[in-house]
């Protein structure tokens, strides 16, 4: 989530994200609950009403920034094995992830088992760069004391490859759980891609 090629890092629109989202749930009259997991740890927070809700989660998110580039890891089975206990059915589950971590082997069952009495929403953080993979020319991709020269033309067919394979392994997600699949992207303000996402609801409503 330390990675960024346009206006903000990935764990950056993360927080914007939930910030918008915990106070439009809170304003309008809905608890508000989170689980934070990341490499730097997991925080549980059960479900509270207005401030008393918000601010705690976002207090969470601040303190599990990441501070340098890592690797991805379980955070997103650790998240949800530490979600199952917190809510209760007819929930609306927010899900804020580059998912990284849904590799081909990622158990979907806990996924499902949710979703038969809870609604979930994906909402994908992506990065212009992870799609359209390097230009043409030579690069140092890694991270300081851990990176190596590739070439941009030579890797790309491998690259849009594994991004497709992730593609394909969020829609399946999405698919077994009916849940809708939103990107946020670093490129763009996250409140103009909410806004846009509430508007449809609203008009579809």
């Known amino acids: 989530m330390f990675f960024g090629t346009r ?11 939930a910030a918008l989202l915990a106070w439009g749930a809170a304003l309008a009259g809905d608890r508000v609950g989170a689980v934070v997991a990341g490499a730097a740890g997991c925080r549980i927070l059960p479900p509270r009403s207005r401030e008393a809700g918000v601010l705690p989660v976002l207090g969470a998110l601040l303190e599990l920034q990441p501070k340098a580039p890592g690797e991805a890891t379980n955070s997103l089975a650790v998240g949800l094995k530490s979600l199952a206990p917190l809510i209760h059915p007819g929930s609306l589950v ?12 990622h158990d979907t069952a ?4 949710l979703a038969v009495h809870n609604e979930f929403r994906l909402l994908w953080v992506t990065d212009p760069l992870e799609k359209q993979a390097l230009p043409n ?4 991709v890694g991270v300081p004391g851990r990176s190596v020269s590739v070439d941009g033309a030579a890797i790309r067919g491998a690259w849009i490859e594994k991004w497709r394979a992730r593609e394909a392994r969020i829609q399946q997600l999405a698919l077994q759980i009916n849940a809708s699949v ?8 996250v409140e103009v891609v909410l806004r846009t996402l509430l508007a449809g609801r609203r008009t579809a409503a």
């Open 7 to 17: 206006r903000q890092l990935k764990s950056t629109v993360v927080v914007r994200a």
């Open 94 to 105: 927010l899900v804020l992830s580059d998912f990284a971590s849904l590799d081909a082997a």
């Open 110 to 113: 806990p996924w499902a088992g």
């Open 137 to 140: 020319g030579h690069f140092r």
């Open 182 to 189: 939103t990107q946020l992207d670093t490129s763009e303000p």
